[in-house]
């Protein structure tokens, strides 16, 4: 029997918190191992119950911005998703350039987010399609140094990247290419590393930015 996955909820909101809670604690495969309301929170219980999966809200005593990189100082291996009201490109940029794995909004229904903390848990980043597009069209262009990878992209790799960019998750793309989901994770892997990039929204935007870019630079 596969064990649950330990989460943990930090949000200043008792009744959106509760909500959370109560909604992930009634779908299979699923143990809520913590709650708190500030950054000071999420170090302690980070620090003292290590989750496999910890829920973060932006606005809070604290900063939950700032309490990503801190946390990780402390538990290096801890998967962080941020949930959040915040559509900000920036807030989505920081988040995942200080560690985050995830990043949703409180929009999402219950079994969605189950999903996401799943694929965080087993390895995979996860940000809301519409929050990819968004930095997507936002971003900075890429440094040139980047495109060199995408030279190093097999076929295959490209394909699924491609698929990626346009925000599958990674089952939707294996079963869009008939493939298992594991071959799609260790493509993302090397695609990843390839690409020097450490997410896959960064591992987009060079590839949009490759896609954009004339044919004599």
Excluded: C, W
Excluded at 31 to 49: F, K, P, Q, T, W
Excluded at 58 to 63: A, R, V
Excluded at 96 to 118: E, F, M, N
């Amino acid at each position: 029997m596969t064990a649950a996955i330990r989460v943990a909820v930090i949000d200043d909101h008792p009744l959106f918190r509760e909500g959370v809670t109560r909604s992930l604690s009634e779908i299979d495969g699923f143990e809520i191992v913590a709650e708190g309301g500030s950054r000071d929170d999420a170090l302690r219980i980070a620090e003292n119950l290590a989750p496999d999966v910890m829920l973060l809200d932006i606005s809070m005593p604290g900063s939950g911005l700032e309490a990503v990189p801190l946390i990780l100082q402390i538990a290096p291996s801890q998967k962080i998703v941020m949930l959040t009201v915040s559509e900000a490109g920036d807030d989505v940029k920081a988040a995942l350039q200080g560690g985050a794995k995830g990043y949703v909004l409180k929009g999402i229904g219950s079994r969605a987010l189950a999903d996401v903390i799943r694929s965080v848990a087993s390895g995979e980043s996860y940000v809301a399609p519409t929050l990819s597009a968004k930095l997507l069209s936002n971003s900075a262009p890429t440094p040139g140094s980047k495109f060199d990878g995408i030279g190093e992209l097999t076929t295959r790799e490209r394909e699924v990247l491609k698929l990626v960019a346009s925000g599958m998750s990674n089952k939707q793309v294996a079963r869009n290419l008939n493939l298992h989901e594991k071959t799609i994770k260790h493509h993302m892997t090397q695609i990843m590393a390839k690409l020097d990039v450490a997410n896959r929204t960064e591992a987009a935007m060079v590839l949009r930015d490759a896609l954009d870019r004339p044919l004599s630079q």
